[in-house]
């Protein structure tokens, strides 16, 4: 079974420039977050889709942040304009869903490294 | 907002020795989550764990969630250096939140041959 596909994995744009990143979940999966990553941290919640749906954006920060998932697969997550603060590794995971809800088994992929400079 | 924090950050040590790491927060979670990273990698779930005083076995890995279910802890025994990686633990809310996970910082574990 294939895992979760990301790309790019490493980025490096300067800072006032825009990025996007690209997610491909598991076949089957329901439910796609995004987390951010900052070095030494643990992974922070961005978003969360359920299929096409948000359910959760509470910690996106909306001014400079979007994220898509117009078909209810593929997501897309943007970044206009880019920070210093936003270097960091955004990591796509997906999670089988059962009554509407995620299982809560996350399956990470390998993360897209943003250096803004 | 739920916050855990695991310590410690970092262990060091030789192979064969045992360790612990610990994951605390003030909060009541629904269910608790250990995740094992290595570098340029993404987490990889290691256990879930349910039930307040609830202890899983994984090999050589032993699990254990707090009778309150604020606090879990993470033993190995005999390590080896494949253990090394970062060990993250995360806390689920439960309800429809369920996914949303809060993770700790992390410890890296480095074990020597």
């Known amino acids: 079974e294939a895992g979760v596909a990301q790309s790019p994995r490493y980025k490096i744009i300067e800072k006032r420039q825009s990025v996007a990143f690209w997610c491909n979940p598991i076949?089957?999966?329901?439910?796609l977050y995004w987390y951010q990553q900052i070095l030494g941290q643990g992974p922070k919640l961005l978003i969360q889709?359920?299929?096409?749906?948000?359910?959760?954006d509470s910690q996106l920060p909306k001014d400079r942040f979007s994220a898509e998932r117009l078909k209810g697969v593929d997501s897309t997550l943007k970044i206009q304009p880019a920070k210093l603060e936003d270097s960091a590794v955004y990591l796509c995971?997906?999670?089988?869903?059962?009554?509407?809800?995620?299982?809560?088994?996350?399956?990470f992929g390998e993360g897209s490294r943003l250096t803004v400079l | 907002t739920q916050l855990l924090e695991q310590s410690p950050q970092f262990l060091s040590i030789q192979e064969g020795e045992n360790l612990t790491v610990y994951c605390n927060s003030s909060?009541?979670?629904?269910?608790l989550q250990w995740y094992r990273q290595e570098p340029g990698e993404g987490p990889v779930l290691l256990v879930t764990?349910?039930?307040?005083?609830e202890v899983k076995k994984l090999k050589r890995l032993t699990f254990q969630f707090g009778d309150a279910r604020k606090d879990s802890s993470l033993h190995i025994t005999a390590a080896q250096p494949g253990d090394t990686g970062l060990y993250l633990c995360?806390?689920?809310?439960?309800?429809?939140?369920?996914?949303?996970?809060?993770f700790g910082q992390g410890t890296i574990l480095t074990v020597h041959p």
């Open positions: 995971a997906s999670s089988f869903s059962r009554g509407g809800l995620s299982t809560g088994e996350l399956f």
């Open positions: 764990v349910v039930t307040g005083g």
């Open positions: 909060s009541v979670f629904s269910s």
């Open positions: 889709f359920q299929n096409n749906g948000v359910v959760d």
């Open positions: 076949s089957g999966h329901a439910t």
């Open positions: 995360a806390g689920a809310p439960g309800g429809t939140s369920y996914g949303k996970l809060t």
